[in-house]
């Protein structure tokens, strides 16, 4: 399977280089978004086998993941591993996706923080089962770890989202991709990692009110537009899957 790893990074210089090295050690070609970092964020990759793609402006994550796509997408890959910047998801972890993938290759695949979640703030847990049950529900389907951002997925899917012009720019791509992907038949799926909060992190870009607000727009709407699919969250509520 043609693979690359898309690292959307928003002023991640402090750990970038730390990240893309270890995505590069897995020998996939990794490409690094640049969204408007204004501390020096892609200077940090000079000495690494990386394209680096640049937004002049930033222009939110949604923005850089599609743009990374479409350039791996144009390289050849079949598949794209989403990772974030900020060094809260760990390369080794990269088999247990490419695993999944091999055994299910029109499936979205979410590496899920279901290991060590005691990690994970209170408040955070809480907004990411709220966000689980309302995504599930929109996608007919259960959804383990809706906010999670280290993913794979199919160029099928990527595809689809281009025909379906569904590409919001922020943090809500990723919560409508899985609603989407679910809706063409490619069902996300779960594979369990360890979640890694460390306690000296940069605050987060996510903002609390306003890309809540966003992201439950983009949900209400969907479940309205199905007559609140009611069918939907019964089949939310079937167990959820996780592949390993
Ligand atoms: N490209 C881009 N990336 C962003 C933006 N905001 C956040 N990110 C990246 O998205 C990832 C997750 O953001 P983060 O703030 O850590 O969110 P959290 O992990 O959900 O708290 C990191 O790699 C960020 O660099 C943005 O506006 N543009
Ligand atoms: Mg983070």
Same mark, same amino acid.
């Given at each position: ?18 990240? @893309?090295?270890?995505?590069? &050690? ?39 993941? $599609? ?40 499936? !979205? ?11 994970? =703030? ?6 990411? &089962?709220?966000?689980?049950? $309302? ?18 997925? =199919? @160029? ?20 409508? +991709? ?10 996300? !799926?779960? +594979? ?40 939907? !969250? $019964? ?10």
């Amino acid at each position: 399977m043609h693979l690359a790893v898309v690292i959307p990074a928003f002023n991640e210089a402090r750990t970038i280089v730390h990240v @893309a090295a270890a995505a590069c &050690a897995t020998g996939l070609p990794v490409i690094v978004v640049d969204d408007g970092s204004i501390d020096g964020t892609a200077e940090r990759l000079r000495d690494l086998p990386v394209t680096v793609l640049r937004h002049p402006i930033n222009q939110g994550k949604g923005a850089s993941l $599609w743009d990374g796509m479409q350039r791996a997408i144009a390289d050849g890959a079949r598949a794209v591993i989403s990772m974030d910047g900020d060094g809260q998801h760990n390369a080794d972890d990269l088999p247990l996706l490419i695993a999944a993938a091999r055994n299910h290759p029109e499936r !979205l695949i979410i590496a899920a923080r279901l290991r060590q979640r005691h990690q994970m =703030p209170r408040l955070r847990r809480f907004g990411n &089962a709220m966000a689980d049950f $309302w995504i599930s529900w929109a996608a007919g389907w259960p959804i383990t770890d809706t906010q999670s951002g280290f993913r794979l997925y =199919p @160029a099928s899917v990527i595809r689809h989202l281009e025909k379906a012009n569904r590409r919001a720019p922020g943090f809500v791509f990723e919560s409508e +991709v899985l609603i989407e992907a679910a809706r063409a038949g490619a069902a996300p !799926l779960a +594979v369990p990692i360890d979640a890694i909060y460390h306690p000296e992190a940069r605050a987060s870009h996510y903002r609390p009110l306003m890309d809540t607000l966003l992201i439950i727009r983009m949900v209400a709407g969907k479940l309205l537009a199905r007559g609140f699919y009611l069918r939907g !969250l $019964w089949r939310s509520l079937s167990p959820p899957r996780t592949d390993g």
